[in-house]
């Protein structure tokens, strides 16, 4: 370990059992010397694992829908009554689709479903930062980083309306990061991880090809969940105090490829394949 964090108070949103990015992240926060509260939604913490995470890292657990704003401000108020202070670090690690959970296709959304997929995995973001910068609750060169994916800007089969709303979640932090940055020196920053088998992500259509996909095109192979926690210990820490309103790839050069030799070799074995079943 690195003492990256040392001194730090932090919130990091989305940790359901140990297979979420944000699980990870707060394990490592809590390596790195961190103190933090964690937050999910009742119905999370009641289905899933986070009070054992919450023992394990000495956090407090605090019950809230992101979407809704009198609970974030709870989450807020009460993160900085128990850990004395103002926070120096956010975590947004929330995502979720009912289209993609029933299975309809982007060209015949249920709209009703659609936006509740924006509200909840990119307003909710606006919705932190407000709630943050209203309450002064963020320190000075702080920093809050949101977890993205590149269907935020290339078309990626199956991702759905997710997509569009990764999208938003770019934008906002942008938008915000401007108007942070210039008035609290606080950063705000998007990781566009690798495609990564969690349990939210476990309902894209076909995850285990798309991630042999990747792995196949991505010169340095898939990032994984513990790895992309190390980038946001990073980003977390002082290290990084001028970056910021950037969507940063974080997926063994996937992002920049067009075509690998992995990629192309398989292709042609499936070709061949096809043609054998044509004779």
Same mark, same amino acid.
Do not use: E
């Given at each position: 370990m690195y003492n990256l964090l040392k001194g730090k108070r932090g919130i990091i949103f989305g940790a359901l059992d140990d297979m979420s990015i944000a699980w990870k992240v707060a394990e490592k926060a809590y390596d790195e010397g961190a103190i933090f509260t964690l937050s999910n939604t009742p119905t999370a913490i009641r289905f899933g694992q986070i009070d054992e995470l919450g023992k394990k890292t000495k956090a407090e657990v605090i019950?809230? =829908?992101? $979407?809704?704003? *009198?609970? +974030?401000e709870n989450v807020f108020k009460r993160s900085m009554e128990v850990l004395g202070g103002k926070i120096d670090f956010v975590l947004? #690690?929330?995502? &979720? #689709?009912?289209?993609?959970?029933?299975?309809?296709? @982007?060209?015949? %959304? =249920?709209?009703?479903? %659609?936006? *509740?997929? +924006? =509200?909840?995995?990119?307003?909710s973001f606006h919705k932190m930062l /407000?709630?943050?910068y209203k309450l002064d609750a963020i320190s000075e060169w702080g920093s809050v980083v949101a977890l993205s994916y590149v269907a935020a800007q290339r078309t990626l089969y199956g991702y759905n309306d997710m997509a569009d709303a990764k999208a938003l979640l770019e934008s906002i932090a942008r938008s915000f990061g401007y108007i942070y940055g210039r008035e609290k020196k606080i950063r705000v920053n998007t990781i566009s991880q690798s495609p990564t088998m969690t349990t939210a992500g476990s309902g894209i259509k076909d995850l285990t090809g798309l991630m042999d996909f990747t792995e196949r095109m991505s010169p340095l192979g898939n990032a994984d969940a513990e790895e992309c926690a190390n980038y946001c210990m990073v980003m977390f #820490?002082? +290290?990084?105090?001028?970056? $910021?309103? /950037?969507? %940063?790839?974080?997926?063994?050069?996937?992002?920049?490829?067009?075509? #690998? &030799? *992995?990629?192309?070799? /398989? @292709?042609?074995?499936s070709l061949e394949s096809d043609a054998s079943l044509g004779d």
């Open positions: 019950a809230a =829908d992101a $979407t809704s704003v *009198k609970d +974030l947004h #690690s929330i995502g &979720m #689709s009912l289209n993609v959970r029933k299975k309809r296709v @982007y060209s015949d %959304l =249920d709209y009703n479903f %659609l936006d *509740k997929t +924006l =509200d909840i995995s990119a307003i /407000q709630v943050a #820490s002082d +290290l990084t105090k001028k970056v $910021t309103m /950037q969507n %940063l790839f974080h997926d063994g050069g996937f992002s920049n490829m067009g075509m #690998s &030799m *992995k990629a192309m070799s /398989q @292709y042609n074995k």
